[in-house]
């Protein structure tokens, strides 16, 4: 079975670390700091195995160039359109790809959005997704080199997945988000409920990451294009069309 370790890096991102019981196999998810990554593998004693990254933006690479000098010659893996952005990338994903942890099965998902060559990672026998900066909880990243209709779209095939789907994201970003979701979506009761449960968990500075598809599909208005509530309150009517009037809306937050 796969383990999943968080570690909380810079000033709000989390680096994810995976752990194939049987082989000892490790991935690192997103090394944005070498250093939280390197102090984590110490003290648990172990080896890195291979990087997987997300997407190219900085808060998810930094850490690339220090593990490979301390893990020489371990693969980098990212997007096959990122080639030459990526620092020590060496293999080169697409759509519907496989990455192994051991024998623990990625599903390599391409979601371009916020990034272009923004890739998901989905482990289908324990359920876990690093999305890097696509879904957050009660929130999605910010578009930045592509158009509404692809985010939209990479967003619906995220929610496609079991809602039982534990959601890694790169990002502890969920209290903010829940401010701006209850301005959309006020009467939801489980959204006003969560509110309670993460300003709780945030005064002890305690993580709401991962969080659960199966809820995210019922709270989260970046996935709720379809929902009628969210529709009538935005004066929306079609799916890519209540999508961007809910990310200007919370640009302008
Ligand atoms: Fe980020």
Redo the contacts with the bound molecule.
Sequence with gaps: MMQVYRLAALSD?YIFILVDEASRSVAVV?A?DAVVVLNFLKDQNLSLSMILNT?Y?G??VAGNRRLLQAFPGIPVYGNAIDRGRIPGQTVFLNDGDRVQVGDSVGRVLAVPG?RHGHLAYYFEASADLFC??VIFSAGS?RIKDCTPEQMQQSLAKLRSLPDATKIWC??EYTLDNLRFALTIDPDNLELQSRMLEVKELRSRSQPTIPTIMGFEKRTNPFLRWDAEAIRSRLGTTGDVETYTEVRSRKNQF
Excluded: E, F, L
Aim: glycine share 24%.
């Design positions: 991102n997103d944005g997407h933006d808060d998810h916020h890097g900066d990243g790169a990002h």
